[in-house]
């Protein structure tokens, strides 16, 4: 389980940004970090069940860091205020589609899907959207997909029609995504419920056929 001990980390870090701070507290968050990484092994293990390309993965290699790059930022805030993972058959450095799990205060959510996919990847899923476009619909429309994740992400999205497809495309406003994510928000209390494995879990199963479709497009 996740603990109330991470989400009170996690704010009093959002208020006390610093490495002299970090330094002081970094007992709670060395407990902090191996709950997470045990959590994350126990979801690797419950997301197999269905998506048996992740079942050799070890939570190290899927759990984000939680130092920040400040080289090309504005804010030198030296510590991200969230901890996350990321599952996807090459784990957390690949662009393969996958699933993500994103814990801070206020702001949980699940993710599933590829996001910003390098030039060559983004061209194959515009093209698979639209050879297949009446499977990717159908996957997008399920009922069970739309109880978990209403719909894909607007967020990344260009606002003319990508190089080569017509304006009057039926598909469109799929194929100006730069990014296919699909986002589900969770509640801090959700987050500490005893069931939350299994809940991320069935959430991550509606997605599943998503992931097969970006993955298949990028083979």
């Known amino acids: 389980m996740i603990t109330p001990a991470?989400?009170?980390?996690?704010?009093?870090?959002?208020?006390?940004?610093?490495?002299e701070w970090f330094d002081k507290n970094r007992p709670t968050y060395e407990l902090i970090k191996v709950e997470f990484k045990n959590f994350v092994q126990d979801l690797i293990v419950a997301i197999s069940k269905f998506?048996?390309?992740?079942?050799?993965?070890?939570?190290k290699n899927c759990v984000f860091r939680i130092n920040r790059d400040v080289r090309f930022s504005n804010d030198k805030s030296?510590?991200?205020?969230?901890?996350?993972?990321?599952?996807?058959?090459?784990?957390?450095?690949?662009?393969?589609?996958?699933?993500?799990i994103h814990i801070q205060p206020n702001n949980c959510f699940l993710a599933s899907g590829m996001w910003m996919p390098p030039a060559p990847q983004l061209i194959a899923v515009r093209q698979e959207i639209d050879y297949n476009a009446d499977e990717f619909r159908k996957i997008v429309s399920c009922q069970?997909?739309?109880?978990?994740?209403?719909?894909?992400?607007?967020?990344?999205?260009?606002?003319?029609?990508p190089k080569?497809?017509?304006?009057?495309?039926?598909?469109?406003?799929?194929?100006?995504?730069?990014?296919?994510?699909?986002?589900?928000?969770?509640?801090?209390?959700?987050?500490?419920?005893?069931?939350?494995?299994?809940?991320?879990?069935?959430?991550?199963?509606?997605?599943?056929?998503?992931?097969?479709?970006?993955?298949?497009?990028?083979?």
């Not at 991470?6 to 490495?19: A, R, V, Y």
């Open 78 to 100: 030296p510590y991200k205020t969230n901890i996350g993972a990321y599952m996807s058959p090459e784990g957390k450095k690949s662009f393969s589609a996958g699933y993500y």
């Open 6 to 19: 991470t989400l009170e980390f996690l704010s009093k870090l959002k208020n006390n940004n610093s490495k």
């Open 144 to 161: 069970k997909f739309i109880s978990h994740f209403k719909t894909l992400s607007q967020e990344d999205k260009v606002k003319t029609s």
């Open 51 to 59: 998506d048996s390309s992740v079942k050799h993965l070890e939570a």
């Open 164 to 219: 080569g497809y017509d304006k009057a495309h039926p598909e469109i406003e799929f194929l100006k995504l730069k990014s296919f994510i699909a986002i589900k928000s969770i509640k801090d209390k959700e987050v500490l419920s005893k069931t939350f494995i299994k809940n991320c879990a069935e959430s991550f199963e509606e997605a599943y056929p998503l992931n097969q479709f970006l993955r298949r497009a990028c083979d």
